[in-house]
Nanobody
Framework: QVQLVESGGGLVQAGGSLRLSCAAS????????MGWFRRAPGKDRDIVAA????????YYADSVKGRFTISRDNAKNTVYLQMNSLKSEDTADYYC????????????????????WGQGTQVTVSS
């Protein structure tokens, strides 16, 4: 059974940091593009960051550039999201995603063309 399991969410004060992890299981994800979405209360789901299978291509939403860093360890089948300088507007449920095409496309991902989703982890930033 293929699974993506997020961890690392929690409550943090504004200006603080959190590191999210997404552990994949059931098959190797070393050839998948991986990424993170988030859904804030009352808002649509947005792409936060994405990384191609080789880590050669990386994307960040404008709202997190310079503060968040996505990385992956293919040997561990895990993708990470280091979140620094957190703001109250970063409060959301964060979801891991995998795209078996291996590459990232804003258009495809905005349309929800994702092969696998995690169950989500909550991040709350207090101001």
């Amino acid at each position: 059974q293929v699974q993506l399991v997020e961890s690392g969410g929690g409550l943090v004060q504004a200006g603080g940091s959190l590191r999210l992890s997404c552990a994949a299981s059931g098959r190797t994800f070393s050839r998948d593009a991986m990424g993170w979405f988030r859904r804030a209360p009352g808002k649509d789901r947005d792409i936060v960051a994405a990384i191609s299978w080789s880590s050669g291509g990386i994307y960040y939403a404008d709202s997190v550039k310079g503060r968040f860093t996505i990385s992956r360890d293919n040997a561990k089948n895990t993708v990470y999201l280091q979140m620094n300088s957190l703001k109250s507007e970063d409060t959301a449920d964060y979801y891991c995603a995998a795209d078996s095409s291996g590459t990232f496309s804003v258009m495809r991902w905005t349309m929800g063309q994702i092969d696998y989703w995690g169950q989500g982890t909550q991040v709350t930033v207090s101001s």
